[in-house]
C-alpha cells in the first residue's frame, strides 16, 4: 500500500489547448479555477476533499 500511495503521489496531469500544453504539475497544480476558465471557458469552483484529498471540481452555471 505505501508503495502505491508514493507512486500515486508522483503522478503528474498537463492541460492542453489545441494540442499545446498549457500547464503541467500535479492535480492540485493544474486542475485549477483560472485554468478551468482559461482553457475550457467554464466557471467552476475547485476544491480538495477533506477525507480523500483529492480534487474535487464544481461547474458553476
Not at 508514493?6 to 500547464?23: A, F, N, P, Y
Given at each position: 500500500?505505501?508503495?502505491?500511495?508514493?507512486?500515486?503521489?508522483?503522478?503528474?496531469?498537463?492541460?492542453?489547448?489545441?494540442?499545446?500544453?498549457?500547464?503541467?504539475?500535479?492535480?492540485?497544480?493544474?486542475?485549477?479555477?483560472?485554468?478551468?476558465?482559461?482553457?475550457?471557458?467554464?466557471?467552476?469552483?475547485?476544491?480538495?476533499?477533506?477525507?480523500?484529498?483529492?480534487v474535487?471540481?464544481?461547474?458553476?452555471?
Amino acid at each position: 500500500m505505501q508503495s502505491m500511495t508514493r507512486t500515486s503521489q508522483q503522478v503528474r496531469r498537463g492541460v492542453l489547448e489545441q494540442g499545446r500544453v498549457v500547464d503541467c504539475g500535479t492535480p492540485e497544480q493544474v486542475i485549477t479555477e483560472n485554468n478551468i476558465r482559461k482553457n475550457f471557458v467554464v466557471n467552476a469552483q475547485v476544491t480538495i476533499n477533506s477525507i480523500s484529498r483529492k480534487v474535487q471540481v464544481y461547474f458553476l452555471p
